[in-house]
């Protein structure tokens, strides 16, 4: 089994930064991917970004050329948020897929983007 915790969130202003970092801890032969959604208030969670075992990122359109998913050999996972703008607030939640497809959530972490 697998443990997630994600650090990071926060207030920043629009055009501002924020690094969000997911430490993981278990299992850590059993990940495949390693993921971040995000839930704004009154709207379903939606993935952002994704890195699989090869190092490959994916990112939702929305946050292409603004954000960077990255991790280390141990799967902690950081998100580099810039350019943030208040579309960007959200409850961000860390996500490690297992290799048989079973999924664990972090606690999620605040950011708000607002002047």
């Known amino acids: 089994q697998v443990q997630l915790v994600e650090s990071g969130g926060g207030l920043v202003q629009p055009g501002g930064s924020l690094r969000l970092s997911c430490a993981v801890s278990g299992r850590l032969s059993s990940i495949a991917t390693m993921a971040w959604y995000r839930q704004a208030p009154g709207k379903q969670r939606d993935l952002v970004a994704s890195?699989?075992?090869?190092?490959?990122p994916n990112y939702v359109d929305s946050v292409k050329g603004r954000f960077t998913i990255s991790r280390d050999d141990a799967w902690n996972t950081v998100l580099q948020m810039s350019s943030l703008t208040p579309e960007d607030t959200a409850v961000y939640y860390c996500?490690?897929?297992?290799?048989?497809?079973?999924?664990?959530w972090g606690q999620g972490t605040q950011v708000t983007v607002s002047s």
């Open positions: 996500m490690a897929v297992a290799l048989g497809g079973r999924r664990t």
């Open positions: 890195i699989a075992q090869s190092g490959r």
